[in-house]
Protein backbone atom coordinates (compact mmCIF):
# COMPACT_ATOMS: atom_id res chain seq x y z
CA UNK A 1 0.00 0.00 0.00
CA UNK A 2 1.20 3.36 -0.76
CA UNK A 3 1.59 5.85 1.60
CA UNK A 4 -0.77 7.74 -0.85
CA UNK A 5 -3.50 5.35 0.13
CA UNK A 6 -2.77 5.05 3.20
CA UNK A 7 -3.68 9.43 3.35
CA UNK A 8 -6.86 8.44 1.81
CA UNK A 9 -8.15 5.77 4.37
CA UNK A 10 -7.15 8.60 7.07
CA UNK A 11 -8.74 10.99 5.26
CA UNK A 12 -11.99 9.19 5.23
CA UNK A 13 -11.43 7.82 8.52
CA UNK A 14 -11.59 11.70 9.57
CA UNK A 15 -14.61 12.33 8.13
CA UNK A 16 -15.92 9.08 9.39
CA UNK A 17 -15.27 10.67 12.87
CA UNK A 18 -16.58 14.11 11.95
CA UNK A 19 -19.65 12.53 10.86
CA UNK A 20 -20.16 10.32 14.04
CA UNK A 21 -18.02 11.56 16.63
CA UNK A 22 -16.28 8.34 18.80
CA UNK A 23 -13.62 7.44 19.93
CA UNK A 24 -10.94 7.18 17.41
CA UNK A 25 -9.05 4.14 19.09
CA UNK A 26 -12.51 1.99 18.88
CA UNK A 27 -12.95 2.99 15.03
CA UNK A 28 -9.12 2.45 14.18
CA UNK A 29 -9.53 -0.97 16.23
CA UNK A 30 -12.61 -2.10 14.58
CA UNK A 31 -11.37 -0.71 11.02
CA UNK A 32 -8.00 -2.95 11.14
CA UNK A 33 -9.73 -6.22 12.53
CA UNK A 34 -9.50 -8.33 9.62
CA UNK A 35 -12.21 -9.76 8.36
CA UNK A 36 -13.94 -6.33 9.29
CA UNK A 37 -11.47 -4.74 6.65
CA UNK A 38 -12.07 -7.41 4.28
CA UNK A 39 -15.86 -6.25 4.12
CA UNK A 40 -14.69 -2.82 3.51
CA UNK A 41 -12.64 -3.48 0.02
CA UNK A 42 -16.04 -5.18 -0.92
CA UNK A 43 -17.80 -1.63 -0.99
CA UNK A 44 -14.49 0.07 -2.10
CA UNK A 45 -11.41 -0.09 -3.76
CA UNK A 46 -9.64 1.57 -1.15
CA UNK A 47 -9.51 -0.79 0.96
CA UNK A 48 -7.86 -3.72 -1.55
CA UNK A 49 -4.66 -4.50 0.43
CA UNK A 50 -4.66 -4.18 4.53
CA UNK A 51 -1.87 -1.78 5.53
CA UNK A 52 1.32 -2.77 6.84
CA UNK A 53 2.73 -2.04 10.79
CA UNK A 54 4.25 1.13 9.41
CA UNK A 55 1.18 2.14 6.98
CA UNK A 56 -1.21 1.63 10.21
CA UNK A 57 0.96 3.88 12.55
CA UNK A 58 0.36 6.34 10.11
CA UNK A 59 -3.00 6.06 9.57
CA UNK A 60 -3.43 6.26 13.00
CA UNK A 61 -1.03 8.77 14.09
CA UNK A 62 -3.40 11.20 11.92
CA UNK A 63 -6.46 9.82 12.86
CA UNK A 64 -5.83 10.53 16.19
CA UNK A 65 -3.89 13.67 15.59
CA UNK A 66 -6.72 15.20 13.59
CA UNK A 67 -8.81 14.55 16.65
CA UNK A 68 -6.85 15.63 19.09
CA UNK A 69 -6.47 18.70 17.69
CA UNK A 70 -9.37 19.27 15.85
CA UNK A 71 -10.25 22.70 17.75
CA UNK A 72 -7.03 24.15 16.55
CA UNK A 73 -7.49 22.64 13.20
CA UNK A 74 -10.71 24.05 12.73
CA UNK A 75 -9.72 27.20 13.62
CA UNK A 76 -6.95 27.57 11.27
CA UNK A 77 -9.96 26.31 8.49
CA UNK A 78 -11.49 29.26 9.92
CA UNK A 79 -8.63 31.99 9.97
CA UNK A 80 -7.49 30.93 6.17
CA UNK A 81 -11.08 30.16 4.51
CA UNK A 82 -11.61 33.94 3.92
CA UNK A 83 -15.15 35.06 3.53
CA UNK A 84 -16.34 31.33 4.24
CA UNK A 85 -17.80 30.27 7.35
CA UNK A 86 -17.03 27.61 8.79
CA UNK A 87 -20.13 26.34 8.57
CA UNK A 88 -20.29 26.69 4.53
CA UNK A 89 -17.60 23.68 4.60
CA UNK A 90 -18.06 19.95 3.61
CA UNK A 91 -17.29 17.70 5.91
CA UNK A 92 -15.32 16.21 3.51
CA UNK A 93 -13.33 19.38 2.54
CA UNK A 94 -12.64 19.79 6.08
CA UNK A 95 -11.45 16.24 6.73
CA UNK A 96 -9.22 16.84 4.15
CA UNK A 97 -8.00 19.94 4.83
CA UNK A 98 -7.19 19.26 8.90
CA UNK A 99 -5.61 15.96 7.45
CA UNK A 100 -3.02 17.88 5.54
CA UNK A 101 -2.77 20.73 8.41
CA UNK A 102 -1.88 18.24 11.14
CA UNK A 103 0.47 16.23 8.79
CA UNK A 104 2.45 19.99 7.77
CA UNK A 105 2.05 21.51 11.97
CA UNK A 106 3.17 17.70 13.55
CA UNK A 107 4.50 15.76 11.00
CA UNK A 108 7.83 17.19 10.03
CA UNK A 109 9.17 14.22 8.21
CA UNK A 110 6.39 15.03 5.47
CA UNK A 111 6.82 18.20 3.27
CA UNK A 112 4.50 20.61 3.22
CA UNK A 113 4.31 20.23 -0.50
CA UNK A 114 3.79 16.64 -0.28
CA UNK A 115 0.97 17.05 2.56
CA UNK A 116 -0.67 19.54 0.31
CA UNK A 117 -0.41 18.01 -3.28
CA UNK A 118 -1.52 14.90 -1.56
CA UNK A 119 -4.63 16.74 -0.11
CA UNK A 120 -5.67 18.54 -3.13
CA UNK A 121 -5.31 15.32 -5.10
CA UNK A 122 -7.08 13.48 -2.81
CA UNK A 123 -10.09 16.16 -2.82
CA UNK A 124 -10.17 15.68 -6.59
CA UNK A 125 -11.89 12.43 -6.04
CA UNK A 126 -14.60 14.02 -3.72
CA UNK A 127 -15.00 17.66 -4.46
CA UNK A 128 -16.12 19.35 -7.39
CA UNK A 129 -13.09 21.64 -8.93
CA UNK A 130 -14.40 24.78 -7.20
CA UNK A 131 -14.10 23.02 -4.11
CA UNK A 132 -10.86 21.69 -4.74
CA UNK A 133 -9.59 24.67 -5.87
CA UNK A 134 -11.05 26.48 -2.77
CA UNK A 135 -9.25 23.55 -0.43
CA UNK A 136 -5.70 24.23 -2.34
CA UNK A 137 -5.95 28.25 -1.67
CA UNK A 138 -6.65 27.47 1.96
CA UNK A 139 -3.95 25.29 2.58
CA UNK A 140 -2.02 27.31 0.66
CA UNK A 141 -2.43 30.71 2.54
CA UNK A 142 -2.41 28.23 5.98
CA UNK A 143 1.05 27.28 4.52
CA UNK A 144 2.61 30.54 4.02
CA UNK A 145 1.08 31.79 7.39
CA UNK A 146 2.25 29.55 9.64
CA UNK A 147 5.30 27.89 8.52
CA UNK A 148 7.11 31.37 7.82
Do not use: C
Not at 29 to 56: K, N, W
Not at 87 to 99: E, F, L, N, Q
Amino acid sequence: MLRTVAREIAVRLNFALSENPSDPEQLLERVFEEEYYATLYAEDELFEESPDDLQRIYISSLVKGVYEHGAELDGYIDKYAVGWSYGRISRTAAAVMKTAMFEVLYMPEIPDRVAINEAVEIAKKYETPQTVSFINGVLGSFQRGEMF
